[in-house]
């Protein structure tokens, strides 16, 4: 398909405190690029940014590796819109379609519908380079977004009842 798969080393995971871990998505290839932020709980799985759509695979191993999968997922907060950071977005809710997103209330158009952003990549980096990079970018149905306007204090179910303080500079 022209996607670049990510490869997942055993130090690509990393707890930074019980039930808080960085998965290094390992973005072409390289240490430190791109990462996501996982919370584990009895109730499933938090992820925030999971990354491009090119580096989903290598996010789902992590997940096994700890012993969750897709279905897993209860949330997805997404600090902003950029492909490397809410690419993959689309593809884990149509996998999970339980998964509630969070997002800016300007962002969530783009997640919605990320023609704009996939057109503009497009200009960047051509359309091979786009799938190379970035891979896969679907939609998400409008039903499975939450919107944010910053400031709000989240605790949730859905965020495995981490208290969750959402900040937009």
């Not at 997922?73 to 689309?90: F, K, M, N, P, V």
Request: proline share 6%; net charge neutral; hydrophobic share 40%.
């Amino acid at each position: 398909t022209g996607v670049q798969t990510c490869a997942l080393p055993i130090y690509a995971v990393r707890l930074i405190t019980p039930g808080v871990w960085y998965v290094d998505l390992k973005f072409s290839g390289m240490d430190r690029a791109i990462g996501t932020g996982v919370y584990a709980g009895p109730d499933g799985v938090a992820l925030v940014d999971p990354g491009p759509g090119s580096c989903a695979d290598t996010l789902i191993a992590a997940l096994n590796r700890g012993g969750y999968g897709v279905g897993d997922i209860r949330a997805i907060l997404i600090t902003h819109i950029h492909l490397d950071h809410a690419g993959a977005t689309g593809r884990f809710v149509e996998a999970n379609p339980d998964i509630a997103v969070y997002v800016h209330e300007r962002g969530a158009p783009h997640v919605i519908d990320p023609s704009k952003l996939i057109n503009s990549a497009n200009q960047l980096w051509g359309v091979e380079g786009v799938a190379r990079l970035w891979g896969a970018t679907l939609p998400v149905p409008e039903s499975k977004i939450t919107l944010l306007r910053g400031g709000e204090d989240r605790k949730s179910t859905r965020l495995n009842s981490s208290h969750i303080t959402i900040s937009y500079a």
